[in-house]
């Protein structure tokens, strides 16, 4: 069964901290999706970024960094330098593209992430 | 720039009240879908709609239901709204195919059910 598991519930650090936000799934599917959104205060959802199951390639993209690992079925997700502005609650995703299923998202739960100045 | 339009921010309604929940997109896009949050549970899909007058039920339906009757617009609907229901209603929208586009989302509608 499909399963995207964010272990972490709560995360609080100090501004400047660097902070990883874990994200494990579980599928069966050779190929699929990860997505990682953020949800600020004001409420709506943002993307982040989308990963095939067939790209490993890490990827950067300001203070962002996503580490894709097959072999440990994790897509980990890591600020650097936080600022207060980060605070938000972020969610990992799967998405299978073949499967039975494949008309919606599978979330975790959330990573609600506080950034203190 | 997608825009995804939910009518209301906040509402609050008595219960047995029908409640309508609206949401407009500007992108033409063929999916769109109904969640809601609650703390700790996540984002739970209510229904989807791949098409006008088209609809899938989602992994909790029960108490609701749906119309689009234009492919812009998805609305859902509480027809006798219970304490329970009270929760944030996420709309959002996608074209294509569903597994790997990204979906664009809603403020949300924060609903209270007294």
């Known amino acids: 069964a499909q399963k995207v598991t964010q272990a972490q519930t709560e995360i609080s650090v100090v501004e400047k901290e660097d902070v990883t936000l874990d994200c494990v799934y579980e599928?069966?599917?050779?190929?699929?999706?990860l997505f990682w959104y953020k949800q600020p205060p004001s409420g709506e959802l943002v993307f982040l970024i989308r990963r095939n199951s067939f790209d490993e390639q890490n990827e950067i993209s300001g203070r962002y960094s996503w580490n894709f690992q097959k072999s440990t079925s994790s897509f980990n997700f890591t600020i650097t330098a936080s600022q207060v502005v980060d605070s938000a609650v972020y969610f990992c995703a799967l998405s299978e593209a073949y499967a039975g299923n494949n008309r919606k998202l599978i979330w975790g739960l959330g990573t609600s992430l506080a950034v203190n100045p | 720039d997608v825009k995804v339009t939910q009518s209301s921010r906040y509402l609050v309604k008595r219960t047995g009240e029908k409640v309508f929940l609206e949401c407009v997109q500007d992108?033409?896009?063929?999916?769109m879908f109904w969640y809601r949050q609650d703390p700790g549970l996540g984002l739970r899909l209510i229904y989807f709609?791949?098409?006008?007058?088209?609809?899938e039920k989602g992994d909790i339906p029960e108490g609701y239901s749906v119309s689009r009757e234009k492919k812009e617009r998805f609305s859902l609907i509480l027809e006798s709204a219970s304490t329970n229901q009270t929760s944030m209603y996420l709309c959002?929208?996608?074209?294509?195919?569903?597994?790997?586009?990204?979906?664009?989302f809603g403020a949300g509608t924060r609903l209270s059910v007294l």
């Open positions: 709609s791949y098409d006008v007058k088209m609809k």
């Open positions: 959002a929208s996608t074209q294509g195919h569903v597994a790997k586009n990204i979906q664009y």
């Open positions: 599928t069966r599917d050779t190929t699929y999706y």
């Open positions: 992108m033409d896009h063929e999916n």
